[in-house]
């Protein structure tokens, strides 16, 4: 079993900054590919970023490149998302999910790929 906590969500004017954190349990957390996704009140979940075990490999919502970054601490169990130029339709809650395919060369864009979610942080972007 992994669980995992978000941390850093918040309430934000648009154009600011936020960097959200999920902490991993497990020794195995290295070889997983690591997830975020969001959901908005009356849409679906969707996926904002996603990377691979080793890092190499990422993959990002289109409204979100150049504006997003992901990246993973394997040392630290941490995998971060670096949110920029935040805009009022990034507003949503933000889930951390870990699938664990031991050593996936790529990294997972659905979500029924991972395996085990975040209980999500709320992102609130104001105008």
């Known amino acids: 079993q992994v669980q995992l906590v978000e941390s850093g969500g918040g309430l934000v004017q648009a154009g600011g900054s936020l960097r959200l954190s999920c902490a991993a349990s497990?020794?195995?957390?290295?070889?997983?590919?690591m997830g975020w996704f969001r959901q908005a009140p009356g849409k679906e979940r969707e996926l904002v970023a996603a990377?691979?075990?080793?890092?190499?490999?990422?993959d990002y919502l289109d409204s979100v490149k150049g504006r997003f970054t992901i990246s993973r601490d394997n040392a630290k169990n941490t995998v971060y998302l670096q949110m920029n130029s935040l805009k009022p339709e990034d507003t949503a809650v933000y889930y951390c999910?870990?699938?664990?395919?031991?050593?996936?060369?790529?990294?997972?864009?659905?979500?029924?790929?991972?395996?085990?979610w975040g209980p999500g942080t709320q992102v609130t972007v104001s105008s």
């Open positions: 999910a870990a699938d664990d395919s031991h050593y996936r060369d790529y990294a997972p864009s659905l979500s029924y790929e991972y395996d085990f």
């Open positions: 497990g020794r195995t957390f290295r070889s997983y590919a």
């Open positions: 990377i691979n075990w080793s890092g190499a490999s990422t």
